[in-house]
């Protein structure tokens, strides 16, 4: 199982980017697909999380201005970020959990500066 992610980028303070990561290889049943994030001597902290039911979580710090969505048919989970901050920065993780199994992609860092 491979999750490939891409979108990540520099974009001026209040721009936007749009994170994909697909998830490929012998995976069934997906059912929650996330967005984690990690800034530079930081934790690991959950940015957003959609369920197979497509009821959606979000980190505080992202309401109202990031939205997360899935495409089942691709195995896809999207992250539109608006309105982006300088404390965005960070390498940004996708994360999903199938068969009762959680796979990990690597980063794509986004870098919020002007």
């Known amino acids: 199982v491979q999750l490939q992610a891409s979108g990540g980028g520099l974009v001026q303070p209040g721009g936007s980017l749009r994170l994909s990561c697909a998830a490929s290889?012998?995976?069934?049943?997906?059912?929650?697909m996330a967005w984690y994030r990690q800034a530079p001597g930081k934790q690991r902290d959950l940015v957003a999380r959609i369920f197979g039911s497509n009821t959606t979580n979000y980190a505080e710090s992202v309401k109202g201005r990031f939205t997360i969505s899935r495409d089942n048919a691709k195995n896809t989970v999207y992250l539109q970020m608006n309105s982006l901050k300088p404390e965005d920065t960070a390498d940004y993780y996708c994360?999903?959990?199938?068969?009762?199994?959680?796979?990990w992609g690597k980063g794509t860092l986004v870098t919020v500066s002007s």
């Open positions: 290889g012998d995976i069934l049943n997906i059912n929650i």
């Open positions: 994360s999903v959990k199938a068969g009762g199994v959680v796979y």
